[in-house]
């Protein structure tokens, strides 16, 4: 049974960094591209960014340039790095296992204007 398990998240000012980690459980990680997804309320669930078992990486537009996604296969480890935080990045964010449409239970990320 595959599991992902979001920490990293939290309140923080506009101009600030988080860092975003999702733990994956499962033999299917390594060959398995993974994404951030973020929600709001009222709003349907957006891709923020994915990458791929051999490391290409996409973005949305509005957070290129700021967070940078990465993943650790040996520990079944994806990250998001969000620097230059905006207000409009508060959101819930998802980790999810792309082919295999695992999702995680969601960290609140709470930006001040």
């Known amino acids: 049974q595959v599991q992902l398990v979001e920490s990293g998240g939290g309140f923080v000012q506009a101009g600030g960094s988080l860092r975003l980690s999702c733990a994956a459980s499962?033999?299917?990680?390594?060959?398995?591209?993974m994404g951030w997804y973020r929600q709001t309320p009222g709003k349907q669930r957006e891709l923020v960014a994915d990458i791929g078992r051999f490391g290409t990486r996409n973005y949305v537009d509005s957070v290129k340039g700021r967070f940078t996604i990465s993943r650790d296969n040996a520990k079944n480890m994806v990250y998001l790095q969000m620097n230059n935080l905006r207000h409009e990045d508060t959101a819930v964010y998802y980790c999810?296992?792309?082919?295999?449409?695992?999702w995680g239970q969601g960290t609140q990320v709470t930006v001040s204007s």
């Open positions: 499962g033999s299917i990680f390594s060959i398995s591209a």
């Open positions: 999810r296992n792309i082919p295999y449409d695992y």
